[in-house]
């Protein structure tokens, strides 16, 4: 079942049908990650995490989708490569292989274009054009929503009620990290 691409730019625009998603990347993402079972479960989690921030901020949920399905997808190649899976290799190795996944399964090349945009800045948010979207607002928090706890293990209340003010980009992303972090109402 596909779902129809927003449609961009002004004027009305007829809707072009892409390919179901998570039907069609999962697997990729699923094959790329074979040695590394802890990422199929990192990446399911930002998946869910997109899924439910989405689903109260809007935008496009197909983007969405694959944004967090494919964002850390140049990991195993940046590891091979650079000997490294630092933030800035994967934005540099991540897009060329979303790139190539995206296009065999016949994404569109705008989809193409702001999926690997996502994924070139999902650790740096350097793109001021990709990081105003809410696409990848989305995909930030819900990043975040996994790594918060590694990252700020060892803080205090106050230092991560802080750094959850600065670091979360939509209102549902903080709010779930105040009720997950912060002892609020689970959620």
Not at 6 to 23: L, N, S, T, W, Y
Not at 130 to 157: C, M, Q, Y
Request: a negative charge.
């Amino acid at each position: 079942m596909g779902c129809a691409a927003a449609p961009q730019g002004h004027g009305p625009r007829p809707q072009i049908e892409i390919p179901d998603v998570e039907e069609a990347l999962i697997p990729e993402m699923e094959r790329v990650f074979s040695e590394t079972r802890g990422m199929v479960q990192h990446t399911q989690r930002v998946l869910s995490y997109a899924l439910d921030i989405q689903g109260v901020e809007g935008g496009d949920l197909a983007v969405v989708k694959a944004s967090a399905i494919l964002h850390d997808i140049g990991i195993p190649r940046a590891r091979e490569i650079h000997g490294s899976s630092s933030g800035r290799f994967q934005e540099m190795e991540g897009p060329p292989i979303a790139r190539e996944i995206l296009a065999r399964h016949r994404f569109p090349p705008d989809f193409i274009h702001h999926v690997c945009g996502i994924v070139a800045n999902h650790h740096s948010d350097a793109d001021p054009e990709i990081v105003s979207t809410l696409e990848f607002k989305i995909l930030w928090d819900a990043d975040w929503l996994v790594n918060f706890p590694g990252r700020h293990r060892n803080a205090g209340e106050e230092e991560k009620a802080l750094a959850i003010e600065e670091i979360f980009k939509t209102g549902r992303g903080r709010e779930l990290a105040r009720g997950m972090f912060l002892g609020g109402p689970p959620r």
